[in-house]
């Protein structure tokens, strides 16, 4: 599908992206770039490509497509690195949960003839690093492309094949609309959980044994989302402020209205929100999306032991 394809950043998503470029047989040559040595050195114990470069610049050279795999933080940083070493014609596309600041940051660096693609695969897990990567990653989940104004189509279907090929349904939005989308169903629950995570462990009266003793399943999903990578999701925070604090303005004030319920005894608005809610779940399960993560099973080394 393509010759050359260079994937800056080799964590979770690029070392997927390597594995499924490598099962599917998408390119003939993978060069990864990362700016640690040990990742660097990890990704060439695990055969994840063909040449493996710690200057982002000389990975990109002769790449027909590019796909920047880092925190969105840090976007603009390798954009820079790597837009002398672009070729004209070249796909260079990204991954990052938001989309308004990643074109912010990469554009101005993008040479005239490169094809600049934003992408974000709705596919992960709380795991990061090259060996939590896996082929199947992105089958059957979402891939949203924001493009430009004066994206190539061609270009743009050449992509949406790639994604494909990787098992991924494509759609395309705007950039502003993706990240109120995504600061939703995505970033708020990850906040949520590093929230109430972080407010169990503060507790005077409930000790940190208790909590990990008595975790209820509920409790231990949002300690999954809450072990997520601090930095990806720091820069998250950052990159997308204006939807999460639109979103957690919204969401502070319904909590209140529960709050209120709760403390008035309102057993009517109580059971009434809850139905509601459970026909959401209902929705989603209908739609045909997964609710449940395949691959915890397969990929959760950490089974607690028996006793
Ligand atoms: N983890 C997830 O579930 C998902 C993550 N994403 C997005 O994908 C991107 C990558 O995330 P993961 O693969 O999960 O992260 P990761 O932490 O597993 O890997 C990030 C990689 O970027 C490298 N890196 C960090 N800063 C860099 C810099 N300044 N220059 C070059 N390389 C740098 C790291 O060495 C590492 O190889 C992020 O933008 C994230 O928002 C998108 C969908 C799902
Ligand atoms: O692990 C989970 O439940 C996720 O929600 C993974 C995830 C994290 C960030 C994204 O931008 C997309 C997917």
């Not at 040595?37 to 114990?45: F, S």
Request: proline share 5%; net charge negative; hydrophobic share 45%.
């Amino acid at each position: 599908m393509f010759d050359r394809i260079a994937l800056i950043g080799i964590g979770l998503i690029g070392s997927s992206l390597a594995r499924v470029i490598a099962q599917k047989g998408l390119a003939r040559h993978v060069a990864i770039a990362s700016r640690s040595v040990d990742t660097l050195k990890r990704a060439e114990q695990l055969k994840l490509g063909q040449s493996y470069h710690t200057d982002p610049a000389e990975a990109v050279r002769e790449a027909d497509l590019v796909i920047v795999s880092v925190p969105v933080g840090s976007s603009g940083a390798v954009a820079e690195a790597i837009a002398p070493a672009l070729k004209p014609g070249t796909i260079l596309t990204d991954v990052g949960s938001t989309k308004a600041s990643v074109i912010a940051q990469m554009s101005p660096f993008v040479p005239e003839g490169v094809h600049f693609i934003p992408g974000h695969p709705l596919a992960g897990t709380e795991k990061s690093g090259p060996d939590a990567g896996f082929a199947d990653l992105f089958v059957n989940r979402w891939c949203i492309f924001t493009p430009l104004p004066d994206t190539d189509p061609a270009a743009l279907d050449r992509l949406a094949a790639f994604w494909r090929a990787c098992g991924s349904n494509i759609d395309v939005m705007d950039a502003t609309h993706h990240d109120k989308v995504l600061a939703i169903v995505s970033h708020l629950p990850h906040i949520i959980a590093y929230n109430i995570v972080g407010t169990a462990d503060d507790l005077q009266n409930v000790s940190k044994t208790e909590v990990i003793k008595y975790a209820a399943s509920g409790f231990r999903d949002f300690t999954r989302l809450a072990a997520s990578d601090p930095t990806m999701w720091r820069d998250v925070c950052l990159h997308n402020r204006d939807a999460i604090l639109e979103m957690l303005s919204r969401f502070s004030e319904d909590l209140a209205a529960l709050q209120r319920a709760i403390r008035w005894g309102d057993g009517d608005k109580l059971f009434d929100l809850f139905t509601h809610t459970r026909g959401v779940r209902r929705s989603i399960i209908d739609a045909g999306q997964e609710i449940d993560v395949p691959d915890f099973g397969r990929h959760v080394a950490e089974q607690p032991a028996k006793s």
